[in-house]
């Protein structure tokens, strides 16, 4: 994950708000979960407010497995 390249984009995203008369608190942010605490955080600090998880939604054992995992490894609760 690129976050510096993230944060241009998204001070764009805000100028382009800004430029419609629109608040960009409005605008919900998704991108591609995180791979480390940091990035977390980087994401949080930037207004990131949704990230998308990979995880095989056919099989209902694994995927709360893999939500539990990344909640405990990525996110740290």
Do not use: K, N, S
Not at 8 to 26: I, K, N, Q, S, Y
Not at 34 to 50: H, K, N, S
């Amino acid at each position: 994950m690129d976050v510096p390249a993230l944060a241009r984009l998204l001070d764009r995203l805000r100028a382009e708000c800004a430029a419609l008369g629109r608040d960009p608190v409005e605008v919900a942010v998704t991108v591609r979960g995180p791979g480390t605490r940091a990035e977390a955080d980087a994401l949080r600090e930037l207004g990131v407010t949704r990230v998308v998880i990979r995880a095989d939604p056919r099989d209902p054992e694994l995927l709360a497995t893999t939500i539990d995992r990344y909640r405990r490894e990525t996110l740290g609760e």
